[in-house]
């Protein structure tokens, strides 16, 4: 009697289902293999022979297919889902992820299954940048936690520190920083405040270094108080070191007996004997004896010529001379609480001039300044004797000038080049 088949399981391949569920006696099924796969020989047919089949076709991994893709470092294949397998022609798509870029021309990020084997893969270069550690800075942070290639920062040095230069941007560039600005210790700075025998600091956390014009204020033991002209228990930091502080003496039946010593610091400032821009109204202390106080009470700091404000502190100004002149006295002026301002400094020309015109050998260039203590190279008019180019080298020392007679540049960088310049008569 003749026996139905049951559908067969054939790995790898599929093959049109019956809708009754089974096959009759001599039925024939096509077997097509999945991607990736071939048939093992040519015949492509099952046959429903007393219940079961026979000639049941194989399908077998295609010599052409590859397995799985390649891991490239710092990629994801786009819409790509767990495959064992992948038939040939296949094509992988990869994409960086973010901070990297493809290198390469076209920068191609795809891949081909092509005779079993993959085509190269992309290489994803880190282009972005991780936020930079700049020590004893700060700069506005990038709320994706990277910056792109090009992205610029500014930074901000903190309190007590200073810019080494007059950069303030680092920029990305290739997955690293480049220009980082470097912040270091201000030279108005001030370390550790000085230590009070019998005082305490108010509301004073440790801390390495303090702001120019930072303000501490002292507050003596129980038992003791703060001697002298206003009990004055606040020290300041003014160019780089502090003011003296109070001498907290001991209370004995309503008079104070000094407590055996005052501070103790690796450098107090006090101010400086004689010399203030203006005269003291009517006090017969020496400036050893003055207070600082707050700018205001001395009003409008001092027009110096040829003299710039560059920084305002509560105490204190501090100036700077414009270029081509050097600074004869104090870089910083102090208001004192007698309404006085402490010396002044004074801004002297430092440098040459050179007047081209005066000189027959020099190309007219008009009128060049030359600092104090440099060199400048001037160039000289063209003569038919010469096969090179001619220059002057003039030098500043102490507001004179000194011009060189014309020669090469090789003649002058070994200093054979004796003599000098004559004006025009």
Known sequence: MEENCIPPKIPNAKYTESLTGWYADGHKIRITCDEAYELKNRDATALCRNGSWSSVPVCERSVDACGAPPKVPHTVIVDHRHQELFAADTALQY?????????????????????????????????????????????????????????????????????????????????????????????????????????????????ELFAADTELQYECEDGYTAEGAGNDKTIVCIEGAWTKGPTCSRVTDGSSVTGGGDTTSAGSWTPPAGGGSSSSSGSNTGDTERHLT?????????????????????RSVKYRCQDYHKRLGPEYVRCYSDGTWSELPTCQASYCVVNTFEYPDLKPAGEIHVLDGDTERLECVDKMEWWFNNYSDGQCNNGIIHLSRCCTKAQLAIKTCGGSLTKRN
């Open 95 to 207: 994409e960086c992820e973010d901070g990297y870029t493809a290198e390469g021309a076209g920068n191609d990020k795809t891949i081909v299954c092509i005779k079993g084997a993959w085509t190269k893969g992309p290489t994803c270069n880190q282009t972005a940048c991780t936020p930079p550690t700049i020590p004893n800075a700060k700069y506005t942070e990038n709320p994706y936690g990277w910056y792109e290639e090009g992205d610029k920062i500014k930074v901000t040095c903190d309190e007590a520190y200073e810019l080494k230069t007059r950069d303030t941007t680092a920029l990305c560039k290739n997955g690293t920083w480049i220009s980082v600005p470097v912040c270091e210790r201000s030279v108005d700075a001030c370390g550790a405040p000085p230590k009070v025998r019998h005082a305490v600091i108010v509301d004073h956390r440790h801390q």
């Open 294 to 314: 707050t700018i205001d009470k001395c009003g409008k700091p001092h027009k110096i010529p040829k003299a710039v404000i560059v920084r305002t502190f509560r």
